[in-house]
């Protein structure tokens, strides 16, 4: 299903993002990308170099546990750089504006890296965005900026866009397993919440007001997990509001497909994509998971639209 949107127009500014993003073919979410890194003891893949199939490989035969790094400021200027379409702007020029949206600052150093970044960003002036969030809900949001940017609208009104879509949009997940969340130090609250029972499969979400994990259900087994994302997303909206929904999945497809059968017995789906799980995420998560993230009715700019 493919989000339409209004005819291009000439940019006012540019969008770049991390390797926090999931990104979804039928989203604008086509835009240069600071990388994060899955590193298995000496050796390192930026998140373009290793592909879903080969992490899951390294992880059921690599002794080490893998671990994640946020973007170097290198890598967010090159970014930056590729967004705004020139490594030099005329002294007379008009600075170009690139808005970097990032992964909650409550769960990576990105958006550090990316504030370090703007030293070495001479003559292009960066606008910083916590999404508060990542993946499908932080692709909701690249989205949002990008369509602005289409548009011809201002780098101001993206940010009133993105600000609505990061409010009303929720992010829930569940995974076979707590074994990698807590191997790579994220359990944090999850694991407080469910007492160190690790046999529960839980519910997890993005606090909005620290961006950071933390469980608001469970279930005995992965299927009930599923089903209970599911419930999850009705209690928040309530049973017939139309969504949109982004649907994520680590090594079974068909996770989703469950997923959003239950969701269409409950609401109208007005938008869905479905995509893998990025490798450098599915570190924390493991390989088995399945996410969702979920927001009301039209896009922000649509709603003025008969």
Known sequence: MTQETAPTRNPQFAVATDGGLDAFE?????VPVAPFSVNFGDRSYRTDEISREDLFKELQTNPQHPTSSQPTPQEWADAVRAAAGADAVEPEGTPPQVL???ISAGLSGSRNAADQARSVLDGID??????GTLSAAQAFQVHAAQTAALRGESLETALEWVRAVQQETELYFTIETLEYLRRGGRI???QATLGGLLNLKPVITVDKATGTYTNVSRARSYKGGIEAVGQQVTRTYGEGTPLRVGLLYGTVREDTDALLEQLKGRHPIVWSGAVGINP???VHTGPRALGVAAAPGKWPWERDTP
């Open 26 to 30: 039928g989203l604008h979410n086509a």
């Open 126 to 131: 960066v606008r910083l965005h916590d999404s």
């Open 188 to 190: 944090g609250r999850v």
């Open 280 to 282: 450098v995420l599915n």
């Open 100 to 102: 970097a949206v990032t």
